[in-house]
Each structure stands twice: as C-alpha cells, then as structure tokens.
C-alpha cells in the first residue's frame, strides 16, 4: 500500500512538472469537440480581385490580373466541403496546393456585403500530394455559408506575400470528397456523445506558415491524399498542425436527408472592366509568375527587333541617298550635253 501511495505520489509530481513546463512556454492544448450536424460538398471559387467589389489588394495590381487569377487557381483546389453543426456554426474545409513553395498562410472570413474581416479558427485537417508538391487540407470556421475569405500567404519564389480571396457556393449535402469532416462526426439531430481529444498545442500564429500532420497520405483519385487527423482550430490568422485524434471517417458523418439546403448569393464573381487592362498588360504581367522567362525572353526579342530594325533602316537610308545622287548626275550630264554646241564647245571641235 505504501508503494502504490508513493507511485501516486511521485506520478502526480510529474504531471503538475509538465503542467508548469507547458504553461512556462505559453502553449495549451485546444481540444475538439464531436459535434452533431450536416455536411455538404461545395464548389471553391478562388479570385485574384475581390469577388464582390472586384477590388485587387494584392501589390501587383490591376496589370497583374490575368498571371494572378492563374496562379490563384493553381494553388486553390475547386472542391471543398462545409460542416454546419446543429449550433450553428460554419466550418468550410479546402484544399491548397504549392505548400512547399508558399508559408505564413493567414486567413480573415468576412459575410457577403460585410466590409470588414475577422480573424477565424484555423487548423490544418490533412495533408497529400499533387504534381506540385505538397497539399494541406484547411479547416476555417466561417461566419455563415454566404461568406467570403481572403487569404494572404508568403510565396518563396517571388519573395513577396500574395493577398487573394476564395468563396463557396453550389452546396451539395453529403461529403463526396476525401477531405475530413473533422467537426461534425454524428448525424444532425443526434445527442452528441461529449467526447474531446486533445489537439495540437498552439501559441497564437505559426511563423512558418502551414506545416503537415506527420500521418501518412493516402491517395486519391485527383492525385492529392489526405491523411485522417483530428482538427485543432486555433483563434489566429495563421495556420497549426494538427493533433492525431480519433474521428469518424468522413464518409459517416455525412448529412441526413433532411438537412437544410445552403446557398451563396454571388452568382459570379467580379472581373476587372475590359478597359482598365489592356491585353499587352495582361500578356506581360508577371506580378505574381514563379519564373521570370517571360520577361527574359520579352527583353531578347525587343533587343533582337530593334537590331534589325536599325540595319534596314541604315541601308534603306543609303540606297535612296545613292539612287538621289545618281539621279542628280545624270540631269547635270543631259544638260551639258544639251548645251554644249550653245556654250561654244561645238566650235573649238570644228576648228581642230
């Protein structure tokens, strides 16, 4: 009895050491709660220019409009899923590509004719790969279904930060993806069973942008896996790796036949006016391109044009200077001829 009450002891000593170790280092664990609800798949609508006002906030502007859009939409997967639970929370799950080449991901969600932001839970539900490297699977609780979120990630081989936006629309109950429904684990209307697991610890934003969950990928028909891990969302604008836990397959917690249909209302997202950009400004921007070949060869074929262009231009210059010259001698040779015999040359011809 006195060896089980000193194991209990020195026991109890280790936890509240670690306690204290935890919260010397400013971390604590975020648990995720089971919730019971509905799921829908969703079409993503990732936009370069704000999909309202159509406003660029993006340094490149207005004349990198047509790279941007391109690039937006390279990083962006067009399929995601929403979890709404019975309390009435939103939480709307992507899929982003470049991971490898892009850090520092913020997000701030904003309802549809909102003008400000707020900075949402975030949290990193599953991670795969693509032709482009690595993919996360994000997790952002947003403020309804009829939302907008701007995104602002770091991307390494322009050296810059890149702000663009994302939507969802088209809802679809029922998750007909890979992702991880990581919030809503039991049908709507069920008593949800309280159990938590702990998450990943976090201590406000991840300075290094988005990081893998560690469990392997399994691959997907699309090419991108997605590791099942739990969700630990965090009140932050950047991103957390998150904790292993124990979750239903998604594929489980999909909604019921009665849940309640979701719409977006922007029927299409706003597009710069054909007049403020004009098509030798699109073709050349490179504000937000990985690679500066363009430009490169753009700067090559300007070089070897104005070469060319000045050869022409300096023989065609002494071809009409000759052809003046020639013209001016024989006008000069006729009229001597012509007045030869007048001027006296005729008779000194005569007279020899």
């Known amino acids: 009895m006195n060896t089980i009450k000193r194991m209990r002891k020195a026991i109890a000593g280790l936890l509240a050491v670690f306690v204290l170790a935890v919260m010397g280092a400013g971390m604590s664990a975020v648990p995720v709660q089971a919730a019971s609800g509905n799921v829908y798949t969703c079409v993503i609508h990732p936009c370069y220019a704000h999909p309202v006002t159509g406003v660029i906030e993006d340094s490149g502007g207005e004349a990198s409009y047509a790279t941007g859009q391109g690039m937006v939409e390279g990083a962006v997967y067009t399929t995601g899923i929403l979890e709404l639970t019975d309390s009435g929370e939103y939480y709307l799950t992507i899929r ?42 994000i997790a952002i609780q947003v403020p309804s279904e009829n939302c907008v979120v701007r995104v602002s990630m770091y991307v390494d081989p322009m050296g810059r930060d890149v702000v663009f936006y994302l939507y969802p629309s088209d809802y679809a109950a029922g998750n007909n993806t890979d992702m991880n429904a990581t919030i809503v684990t039991e049908a709507s209307g069920s008593s949800s069973s309280g159990s938590t697991s702990s998450g990943s610890t976090s201590s406000g934003s991840n300075s290094s942008g988005s990081s893998n969950s560690g469990s392997s990928s399994t691959e997907s028909s699309s090419g991108s896996g997605s590791s099942s891990s739990g969700s630990s969302l965090q009140s932050s604008a950047g991103l957390s790796s998150s904790g292993s836990s124990d979750t239903e397959d998604s594929s489980d917690s999909s909604s019921d036949s009665t849940a309640p249909e979701l719409s977006s209302s922007i029927e299409e997202a706003a597009t710069l006016s054909t007049d403020s950009v004009t098509d030798t400004e699109l073709n050349g921007a490179q504000g937000l391109s990985l690679s500066t070949a363009e430009n490169a060869a753009s700067e090559e074929d300007a070089s070897t044009s104005s070469g060319g262009n000045s050869a022409f231009a300096i023989g065609a210059a002494i071809t009409i200077s000759g052809l003046i010259l020639m013209g001016v001698a024989a006008v000069i040779v006729y009229f001597f001829r012509k007045n030869w015999r007048r001027w006296g040359g005729g008779y000194d011809d005569d007279e020899t």
């Open 96 to 137: 982003m590509s470049l991971m490898d080449y892009t850090s520092n991901h913020s997000f701030w969600v904003q309802n549809v004719g909102d003008s400000g932001w707020s900075s949402p839970a975030v949290g990193v539900t599953g991670s795969g790969t693509d032709s482009n490297g690595t993919t996360n699977d």
